[in-house]
């Protein structure tokens, strides 16, 4: 007798989402598997600060691997600069084109309604405004001293501003994006989405609890394996619902005995199904920054910003072409500053690829599920080299906004100088320094039976498998040209909303 109808695993963007849409049927029993702490509803006040506060990421709360991922309920949304920015229709056509039923632009732009509540104010063509996750753009009159300076200078180059980092058109332009940032809080996934559902008597909350692995009886897993604490929980369910993300999915596929052979035969895993794609197409946009030293006018801004707390380390995006850009736009750039990684405030500008052609991969250090993943980022390892151009590209066009407006006024000195490096300097640069947005998806690619890569059809369903589904960033395919929080929100709703109909037919 199973203990939950379904279990989900990780509370995250797209856990938290799936786990509220299923158990909006009362006769499904729903358990929530979070491997971080559970800090109970928004309006219960019991939350860190630094969790609350939109304006610093916060640096509690990590996996501690080499690429920051939060472990709390809500994943990743607790901890993130909360731009909320959707692919372009054209990025999700390309996952409906490869042949994943209902993915395409249409058919995923209902589902935008249900997520994103965007305010009247902000609100255009590109946003949903009946769901439950609150987004606004930021204001001028809210920006930090480094964000309206790199806005003005923008501006001063020649770049509009624009109305929606989601709309296809114009490409090229600059604005404070759409947070979802309500109350002066980070509103998390979980806010959002599990709190409307934290009273039902058939959803139940399992914090501070690692799923190590699944036990199968031929197509069909039977028992999640967990530990919370020194206990060993064995949780038997009908369905299961991996949602991560994109470095931990693949850990736990593997663990259960799916994945590639050679890499479960090398530890000794017991093979359920040999699935190569499990922890390939590794993807994020690769970024570049450039790190500036203030001048007087610029330590001065940054000081009033700090005691009148309008500090913030990333509220406007630019939105630019290399010369090797084939469609609307394929840099982000993006001012930042933090303090939070030493003693001094860092002040720079990230060049971001929007557009990424390499590919990594995740595989595993151990059987042991408190072992970090091996990251390998493969960021640069394209054939033809686009990646690199394109950024050593986004380290001109910076050092072009470092001359111009009032960007220029708050510099002192820069490290590097594009300008004065060599030919081939640049790429060294580019190399030593590349580095990720923190949007790494791929690593269990949705696609079709002839993608020898593919390990989830368009469902969710792993392959070779009757009922584990992955709703998370690792099932996307290829990498939209935005920021990825709220695409996560949508497979998890898209998911789960399908599994449910399967549940009320079954
Ligand atoms: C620092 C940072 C800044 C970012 N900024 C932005 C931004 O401004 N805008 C944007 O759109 N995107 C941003 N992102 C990316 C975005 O937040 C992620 O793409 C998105 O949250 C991923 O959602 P997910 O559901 O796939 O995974 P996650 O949100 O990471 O959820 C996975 C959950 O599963 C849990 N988990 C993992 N393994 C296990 C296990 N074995 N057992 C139990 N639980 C487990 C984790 O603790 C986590 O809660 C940022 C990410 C980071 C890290």
Redesign the pocket.
């Known amino acids: 007798m199973p203990d939950f109808d379904v279990v989900v695993?990780?509370?995250?963007?797209?856990?938290s989402v799936a786990a509220s849409v299923l158990s909006t049927q009362t006769n499904v029993s729903v358990c929530l598997?979070?491997?971080?702490p559970d800090y109970g509803p928004f309006e219960a006040g019991r939350w860190p600060s630094e969790i609350l506060d939109p304006r610093l990421?916060p640096r509690t709360h990590d996996w501690g691997y080499v690429d920051?991922?939060?472990?709390?309920v809500g994943?990743?949304?607790a901890?993130?600069?909360?731009?909320?920015?959707w692919g372009l229709p054209e990025d999700y056509d390309l996952w409906g084109g490869a042949g994943n039923l209902g993915w395409s632009y249409k058919e995923i732009s209902k589902l935008i309604q249900e997520i994103e509540r965007c305010s009247v104010d902000s609100l255009t063509e590109w946003r949903g405004k009946d769901g439950w996750l609150p987004t606004r753009h930021y204001r001028d009159e809210e920006l930090a001293s480094w964000q309206l300076a790199f806005l003005e200078s923008t501006v001063s180059m020649g770049y509009s501003r624009i109305a929606d980092l989601s709309a296809p058109q114009p490409g090229e332009g600059v604005m404070p994006f759409h947070a979802n940032v309500y109350k002066s809080t980070r509103w998390n996934a979980a806010f959002a989405f599990l709190d409307r559902a934290r009273g039902r008597r058939n959803l139940t909350v399992l914090p501070n609890?690692?799923?190590e692995k699944l036990l199968f009886e031929h197509k069909n897993a039977r028992t999640l394996v967990c530990q919370s604490g020194s206990d060993t929980l064995e949780i038997r369910a009908r369905q299961f619902v991996i949602?991560?993300?994109?470095y931990?999915s693949p850990g736990?596929l593997m663990r259960s005995g799916i994945g590639p052979r050679t890499e479960l035969e090398r530890l000794g895993i017991r093979i359920h199904r040999d699935l190569l794609g499990v922890g390939k197409n590794l993807q994020d946009h690769s970024v570049v920054s450039v790190e500036f030293e203030l001048s007087e006018h610029g330590l001065r801004a940054l000081e009033q910003d700090v005691v009148e707390g309008s500090f913030h380390e990333s509220q406007v995006i630019l939105r630019a072409r290399s010369v090797h850009c084939k469609g609307p736009f394929d840099l982000h750039l993006a001012p930042y500053q933090t303090t939070a990684d030493s003693d001094e405030y860092v002040s720079a500008v990230l060049a971001c690829d929007m557009v990424p052609q390499s590919r990594g991969s995740i595989h595993l250090s151990g059987t042991d599920?408190e072992l970090p993943p091996l990251i390998d980022f493969g960021f640069l390892t394209d054939p033809l080299h686009q990646d690199a151009s394109v950024l050593i590209d986004g380290l001109r066009l910076i050092h072009r906004l470092a001359e111009s407006g009032p960007l220029a006024t708050m510099i002192e000195s820069r490290t590097p100088r594009p300008d004065a490096m060599k030919p081939g300097e640049s790429y060294s640069y580019v190399e030593s320094h590349v580095d990720g947005y923190?949007?790494p998806v791929g690593t269990c690619r949705m696609g079709q039976l002839s993608d020898s890569l593919a390990v989830v059809d368009s469902g969710g369903l792993v392959r070779g498998t009757s009922n584990v589904y992955v709703a998370?960033?690792s099932i996307i395919p290829t990498i939209p040209r935005a920021?990825?929080?709220?695409t996560?929100m949508l497979i998890g709703l898209k998911i789960a909303k399908e599994l449910s109909i399967r549940l009320l037919r079954s």
Do not use: P
């Open positions: 695993i990780g509370a995250g963007s797209a856990g598997i979070e491997a971080g990421r920051s991922r939060a472990k709390v994943g990743c949304s901890h993130n600069q909360c731009a909320a920015v609890t690692l799923a949602c991560a993300g994109a931990s736990i599920a923190a949007h998370d960033a920021n990825t929080n709220l996560c």
